[in-house]
């Protein structure tokens, strides 16, 4: 088995699964060579392709000068759910090393685009655009391609993107112990609560509010609170004020306990208003 690639995202498994591989890129005719006495050589190409190689191995054919031995197309990871995230990985390293851009930025840098980039997906469900949906997850996934593999140049702390995947399978195989072990969950609000205890048990947070980030929009953050009180069963009166603020406050903890979630209620709400204003304009959509 050879491959020409040193890095090739397949070798670590390969060599896990005892199998030896040469680095090595041979030619047409040193490939038909080396199989000769019946022997078989499987060459493992970059996820580019081999241009060459094969183009090669196409005039020997056609030539009718050369005996040919038996070439098969073996299809590998292509076949698997996921592989195509092996892809992702190989094209982000090598723009990481060779974009002027790319190779500049730093995670505060990105930042600011995995919020819009968030913002976008959302937009895309709320709309039912499928063809934009894909698209969008797609750009959310770069976003986290791309800080793990700038997290994998840190000089005192490195993870790569195997580490991340590697992180979120362990945590959502603990919070499934009733798929993955001996409990059970007949509703989803006994899955929710198996999630909330193995939560609280690996945090050990004092307080519910810990983790809630206070970054995030205003109504999505009340309903957070207010999610997080109802799941203690805290009786927690609503702080007395003047003021839109604290009208919006109660407004959104109503929509919460309701069910409704009071962000997207007020973008659907804003859309149409959005639409109002396009008709003013006289547009015609």
């Given at each position: 088995m050879v491959c020409a690639d040193a890095d090739h995202p397949q070798l670590p498994y390969l060599r896990e699964a005892g199998v030896t591989v040469e680095h090595a890129a041979p030619t047409a005719q040193e490939l038909i060579d080396a199989c000769g006495s019946d022997r078989t050589v499987v060459v493992v190409p970059s996820g580019e392709g081999d241009q060459a190689l094969t183009d090669g191995l196409a005039r020997l054919a056609g030539s009718g000068r050369v005996q040919m031995p038996d070439l098969e197309l073996l299809p590998g990871s292509y076949d698997l759910p996921g592989a195509r995230l092996l892809d992702l990985v190989q094209v982000m390293d090598r723009i990481r090393l060779a974009c002027p851009w790319s190779s500049r930025q730093t995670h505060k840098g990105l930042a600011k685009y995995g919020i819009e980039e968030a913002y976008e997906l959302v937009e895309a469900i709320e709309d039912g655009d499928r063809d934009e949906l894909r698209e969008e997850l797609g750009d959310v996934l770069l976003q986290v391609v791309f800080h793990a593999r700038i997290a994998q140049e840190d000089q005192d702390e490195p993870f790569s993107i195997d580490d991340v995947a590697g992180t979120i399978v362990d945590k959502l195989i603990h919070r499934h112990p009733h798929v993955f072990g001996d409990e059970t969950a007949e509703t989803p609000e006994d899955v929710k609560a198996h999630w909330l205890r193995t939560k609280a048990a690996e945090k050990q947070r004092d307080s519910v509010t810990d983790g809630v980030p206070l970054g995030q929009p205003g109504l999505a953050l009340v309903a957070k609170l207010s999610s997080r009180v109802h799941g203690a069963h805290l009786d927690v009166p609503l702080p007395a004020g003047e003021g839109i603020g604290y009208e919006l406050l109660a407004m959104a903890v109503r929509a919460e306990q309701s069910g409704v979630d009071p962000e997207a209620?007020?973008?659907?709400?804003?859309?149409?208003?959005?639409?109002?204003?396009?008709?003013?304009?006289?547009?015609?959509?």
């Open positions: 209620a007020l973008r659907a709400a804003a859309r149409t208003y959005r639409d109002a204003i396009r008709a003013a304009e006289g547009h015609k959509d």
